[in-house]
């Protein structure tokens, strides 16, 4: 057989997928690990995506997708964030992780580095790789509201430095970054020349404040903004994002697409279009679910004295295991308690401590994987006492 690629074997695999799978084999396992909205895709949007498929909607699109998402992606922008942009500078991608990917494809040569949190969302190293770059980790720590400081970006920026990947809100931290934090960022990147890749899939799912967008820095020319229809209308499978970026890059990204996927499906477009386009009390709705959850999980920790970073977005809780190695930790949660969580170090060294609760998931089966959560930690302290 003739060998397989090394930039392919030597990716590391995610471990969020590797304790899915573990606990998709118990049949009664509390499953807190994966972040997949707990709704199923509201039904005007399902209904939307059925008349297209019997409207013909099944064959290729423009590989930047249809001019009528495109354009109701603009709308959605302008609604949102009182930002006005040509339907040219939007590229349908498939899913979020399609944009991000072909994004790094376009900002990077083979060789060059690439700046990603730690901790951070675990795709995003293998991305990198994927590209043939190399990732380098940019600290996030507790001290500071797991914000980025530009003084480390500074002693991490080398020759070859490209681009920076920057997620608000925050997977797995639920941060979301400041008006003045975006701001600083953007100054700091321009004045290295490097791209930012803002991953901003999560920007509707808020508790506390408002999102701050990298769009109203859209000033910048290194600047490719990533969204997606997943998280926000419980469209996972659909698997449509897009991506906003000066007008070469968009061009160049939809050329790369027609060699990875060609184009998003039509029938997802159209569903797509009509989530946008649609009502968004849907999108309230699920928010408020995800918050209360948020709420009662913190209950529960503050009960039992258990650490963990407040989420103000996103719909995960990032929470202080105490532990030596957090996969070994998760590993027995899920043997011994029937809870599934995703262990912290595959977000990264920094998270070698930590797990991380989804909290997209029915309030009852949360509270109790969150309370077996809790009394894990505590027997453990009780054990390196």
Known sequence: MPSISRLTADIPRSGIRAIMERAMEIPDAIRLEVGEPMFPTPPHIVEAAV???????????ANAGMSSLREAVALRLRREYAVDLPTER?????????????ALRVATELGDEVLIPDPGWPTYEMTVAGVGALSRRYPLYPANGFLPLVGDLDRLVGPKTRAIIINSPSNPLGTVLPPQAVR???????????FIIADEVYDSIVFDGAHATFLAQDGY?????????????????????YAVAPLEVSAQMAK???ASVACAPGVSQKAAEAALRGPQDCVHSMCLAYR????AAMEILDRHGIRYQRPSGAFYLWVEAGCPGSKAFADN?????GVAVAPGE?????????????????????????NRLAEAIQADRRLQQ
Not at 348 to 370: N, T, W
Request: hydrophobic letters at 45%; aromatic letters at 8%; one cysteine or more.
């Open 346 to 370: 595959t977000f990264g060294p920094a998270g070698r401590q930590y797990v991380r609760v989804s909290l997209a998931s029915p309030e009852a089966a949360l509270r109790e994987g969150v």
């Open 333 to 337: 949660l899920l043997s011994t308690r």
């Open 221 to 241: 020319d290194g600047l490719i903004v990533v969204f997606a229809v997943s998280k926000t209308y419980a469209m996972t499978g659909w698997r449509i994002g």
């Open 292 to 295: 209360r959850n948020r709420d």
């Open 256 to 258: 790369m697409q027609e």
């Open 184 to 194: 600083e960022l953007v100054a700091w990147a321009s004045r290295r020349d490097l």
């Open 90 to 102: 939007i590229c349908i991608s498939v899913g979020g992780v399609g944009a991000i990917a072909t």
């Open 51 to 61: 008349e297209a498929a019997r409207a013909g909607y099944t064959r290729y699109t």
